[in-house]
């Protein structure tokens, strides 16, 4: 349809999600590559950065917290750009508008 089977092949083309080395069934995840279309995921990344200093609602998302524990805040900005870039793949596969998934309580 879009030319990406999966989200994670959409992401890595905006170069997002992390260089991938496999070999015997164990996959090991490298860094994040400076390929791909570096405008959109540039973009991606600077709304990211933005929802994490604005939104209350993000900074309330205990996958974000998580990660803000372990990981640096502009690693935590690609990583939302990454999750964002992948919601985006799959609003455009179903070809339906965004439905916001309420946090578990």
Known sequence: MFGF?????????????????????????????????????????????????????TNADPWVIGLHRRRPSLVVAVALANKTARIAWAVMRREESYRHRSAAA
Not at 28 to 47: A, E, F, H, P
Request: proline share 2%; glycine share 16%.
């Open 5 to 57: 089977k999966r989200g994670r092949e959409f992401a890595a083309w905006l170069g997002l999600a992390p260089r991938q080395h496999s070999t015997g069934g164990k996959a090991r995840l490298g860094g994040i590559s400076k390929r791909g279309n570096r405008y959109l995921g540039r973009l991606l990344i600077n709304g990211a950065s933005a929802n994490l200093l604005r939104s209350k609602a």
